[in-house]
């Protein structure tokens, strides 16, 4: 077995464990699952398929679809998954904000730095948002 895709594997796996701890779609869950075995399974490093080939090619691997071809592409370019990173809650706000597509390395700093937007929020939730997150999450 190759230990780099294992290490992508363990962190598909508990991506997965997380999201079904939070109650997400189950599918969702089964998909990160899935994900894991079929990288895990890979006779070739992912490294070397996402270097040759691209997103591209992790997504013509059988049961990895666009999302996850992505995020697994982020964990073999970065060393990180923002998606594990939000889940674990160990997320810095510039990084946060720019795991939200369209918005780079400049846009997350003026948001957080120069408007303050992270402080903004939690104020706006109040104490509770640290201490009891809500079930659900209601728009006006």
């Known amino acids: 077995m190759i230990t780099q895709n294992i290490e992508i594997a363990r962190k598909l796996r508990e991506v997965a464990l997380l999201l079904e701890d939070q109650g997400a779609n189950r599918f969702r869950v089964r998909a990160y699952r899935s994900a894991a075995e079929r990288i895990e399974r890979l006779a070739a490093p992912s490294a070397e ?35 594990l990173d939000r889940l674990r809650g160990r997320m810095d706000p510039d990084s946060l904000f720019e795991s939200i597509p369209g918005i780079g390395p400049a846009l997350a700093h003026r948001l957080h730095d120069d408007l303050h937007i992270a402080t903004k929020l939690l ?17 006006p």
């Open 49 to 83: 398929i996402a270097e040759q080939q691209g997103i591209d090619g992790l997504r013509s691997l059988s049961g990895i679809g666009v999302s996850l071809a992505r995020s697994i592409h982020s964990l073999l370019v970065t060393g990180r998954l923002p998606m």
């Open 123 to 139: 104020h706006a939730a109040g104490p509770q948002a640290i201490s009891e997150p809500p079930a659900i999450i209601s728009l």
